[in-house]
């Protein structure tokens, strides 16, 4: 498996996009918005991949000085328990390191709370509805 740093608006972006639908919106009877693809120009688009094929995905969204927003976080539903987002976490965190931030944070589906407490995150707030279903905060300091 290779994991690496997307560039917007490549073969492999439109693979992120797809992946991104079919497992985080298309449940829900939504697909990405426009605001949401232009959003990432701005953003580190992270994939991980077997040959050509984009097995999960990541992004980091910059916040301030010291923090990334971790979101977006998908991975094949036939290949999720099998160490990809592990793998993509340790891999964006090791970028956000790399570049100087300290904290990483994100709204959590509190239905994998549990997969983001054994990577060090922590619950940082009160559950809530977003897009309908159950989140949480979770924060990890990566200095």
Known sequence: MA????????????????????ILRK??????????IEADKENILIGAFEEEKMLGCCILVK?????????QMAVRN??????????????????????????????ARSSAAGFYEKMGYNVTGDEFLKLSIAHILMKKRIN
Do not use: W
């Open 78 to 107: 036939q290949l999720q328990g099998k160490g990809i987002g592990r793998a993509l976490m340790e891999f964006a965190e090791t970028i956000a390191r790399d570049i100087g931030y300290r904290e990483i944070s994100m709204h």
């Open 63 to 71: 916040e301030g000085d010291l923090g990334v927003i971790l979101r």
């Open 3 to 22: 994991l690496k740093i997307i560039d917007f608006g490549t073969k492999e972006y439109q693979q992120m996009i797809d992946l991104r639908n079919e």
């Open 27 to 36: 449940p829900l009877g939504m697909e990405l918005e426009s605001s949401d």
